[in-house]
């Protein structure tokens, strides 16, 4: 129990020890959000709590539960609200929960806060939430405090996306439930993928603008905004040492001057 990175398997008296030795604090953002016919709803979580978990055992770090919802699903990005099993938060809710787990990981002498994001529609919310905290606290009263924002897709090499994506990589947006998130789920938790449902109706061809109330058409039917096809339990593996590694530098050249 003792060993564990995860904050809420500790005792107290452990997790106390541990902030007081500057342990940095990750938070895992996620959702809980359709990912095709192919994938768990829970794929938002999964990646950010799993990459942060990997690091938290290299920097002695410890992982806070994941905010399992998140901002609402837009259809361009995470196919949007009508799906079946997509739970959203309102945009507010969501940076109050950031806003309030900050000033409470504050109270508690956390000095060190790394927020790990697994849904898109999280990165303006997230930014809010923590602008928000840092009025609360005050920011002439946040000395000391530093929070690292990370979206775990900005942690992917070049090199890397040329790898997985040898004919041109569609870019972030379009990647919802495709080849980079279907990889990740591949390499961690196999029994959450089933390849064989996948529809591959995609690549969706947005419009460039938005339409209300009713989801633009051009969302395919499986949820899938790209393909899932090329997808494959050792890409993925690639795509979390990229993201692994990429947030230990960070931590070690923002916290620990390593
Ligand atoms: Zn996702
Ligand atoms: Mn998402």
């Known amino acids: 129990m003792s060993h564990s990175v995860f904050y809420a398997e500790l005792p107290w008296p452990e997790t106390e020890r541990r ?27 999964v990646l950010p ?38 739970l959203n938060l309102a945009a507010n809710t969501f940076s109050f929960i950031v806003r309030d787990l900050i000033c409470e990981l504050y109270r508690q002498n956390v000095r060190r806060v790394v927020t790990v994001n697994g849904h898109y529609e999280n990165v303006w919310p997230t930014i809010e939430g923590i602008e928000l905290a840092l009025d609360a606290i005050g920011r002439d009263r946040a000395q000391g405090l530093k929070i690292i924002r990370i979206d775990h897709w900005d942690m992917i090499r070049k090199s890397t996306l040329e790898r997985v994506f040898p004919s041109g990589y569609p870019g972030i947006e379009l990647e919802h439930a495709s080849v980079l998130e279907t990889s990740m789920m591949l390499a ?20 460039p603008y938005d339409r209300y109330p009713e989801p633009p058409p051009e969302v395919p039917m499986s949820g899938v905004l790209s393909l899932t096809e090329g997808s494959s339990a050792e890409k993925g593996e690639w795509l979390l040492r990229d993201c692994e590694d990429g947030i230990v530098d960070i931590v070690n050249r923002e916290f620990f001057a390593r």
């Open 19 to 45: 902030v007081r030795a500057g342990a940095p604090v990750f938070l895992p953002l996620g959702a809980t959000e359709q990912h095709g016919r192919h994938m768990a709803l829970n794929t938002d979580v």
């Open 49 to 86: 709590t799993s990459i942060a978990a990997r690091v938290a055992r290299r920097v002695d770090g410890l992982v806070l539960p994941a905010v399992a919802y998140g901002n609402r699903s837009q259809p361009k990005t995470g196919g949007g609200p009508s799906f079946p099993g997509t």
């Open 188 to 207: 961690l938790r196999p029994e959450l993928v089933d390849l064989k449902q996948a529809l591959n109706d995609g690549p969706a061809c947005f419009l």
